[in-house]
């Protein structure tokens, strides 16, 4: 099993990919609060001259009219559903890509098995990814109070983060499971952005868009929405004003989807490796050849 983490670590660190993924996740979170905040103080600067078109007083009047939450709202957008599409493709090589490259022989004939080969897979990358959602999300909320001011409410901040990093992560763990599974990364990424992109629809449409996995973005965005409204208490902000916002941020639907997303999560990991060791092939006999 050690062998499994230093082999997953080694293809992670080495070559960039661990730093290519946190430098566009950063990249991401800081977009929204620096793109608006030029915009607002271009318009700031326009709208001091003489001869200022009726237009560019109304951009002014938008652009200075956003708050913090605001743009924490945009930075959760832009982390959770473009950095998803950005991850997939960093995650091809490590997700399918070895089965692709028929190099997954070479760990298990060093004697590695199918449980020590995908299951530090199942371990490094979405956790990794679910640390950097995290992570990202609190750079651009920090970033956006001071060009936008007003106040932010960081326990609902805290819960936006963790919503759209487990987003992040589940995404990441059926990445794997059905790129390990069918040794097709490309199909693995097709999958994966169709989900991301009609599943919040259709769940909508039949009403079972709560209590899953794929409920953790609007939670998370309406937590980073609902995070201007200040109150006494966390629990009472959860109750009160982001139920205003949206009904997606509830203590029980966070509880009951965060707890779906790890579970299935699990199964997958598990169901990863039941493949694997039926792909096995065992070229021992029973009696030594001489």
Not at 51 to 71: C, H, N
Request: charged residues 10%.
């Amino acid at each position: 099993m050690v062998n499994g983490f230093k082999k997953e670590m080694l293809f992670y660190t080495r070559g960039g990919r661990f730093a290519i993924v946190l430098i566009v996740m950063l990249a991401l979170a800081l977009m929204s609060p620096l793109m608006f905040g030029m915009m607002k103080f271009m318009t700031g600067a326009m709208s001091s001259m003489e001869g200022m078109t009726e237009t560019v007083t109304d951009a002014m009047a938008m652009f200075s009219g956003f708050t913090a939450s605001e743009i924490t709202m945009y930075t959760v957008e832009y982390v959770a559903s473009m950095g998803a599409i950005v991850t997939l493709f960093l995650f091809k090589g490590a997700a399918g890509g070895e089965q692709q490259k028929r190099s997954v022989i070479i760990p298990q004939c060093s004697g590695l098995s199918a449980l020590d080969y995908a299951l530090p897979k199942f371990i490094i990358y979405p956790l990794s990814i679910f640390i950097i959602g995290i992570f990202s999300v609190y750079i651009g909320a920090l970033v956006s109070l001071p060009i936008f001011g007003g106040t932010l409410d960081w326990g609902m901040v805290t819960v936006s983060a963790v919503c759209a990093g487990g987003f992040l992560a589940f995404f990441t763990v059926l990445q794997f499971c059905i790129g390990i599974c069918t040794g097709r990364s490309g199909l693995a990424i097709v999958i994966c952005i169709i989900a991301q992109t009609f599943l919040p629809s259709i769940m909508s449409f039949f009403r079972i868009d709560r209590f899953n996995p794929v409920a953790l973005y609007s939670i998370a965005l309406g937590a980073a929405l609902g995070s201007g409204e200040t109150s006494g208490s966390f629990f009472s902000a959860l109750e009160t004003e982001t139920s205003a916002v949206s009904n997606d941020v509830t203590p029980l639907n966070i509880t009951v989807s965060l707890a779906t997303a790890l579970v299935i999560s699990v199964l997958l990991g598990f169901v990863t490796v039941f493949v694997l060791h039926t792909k096995e092939v065992h070229n021992e006999g029973d009696e030594p050849v001489l």
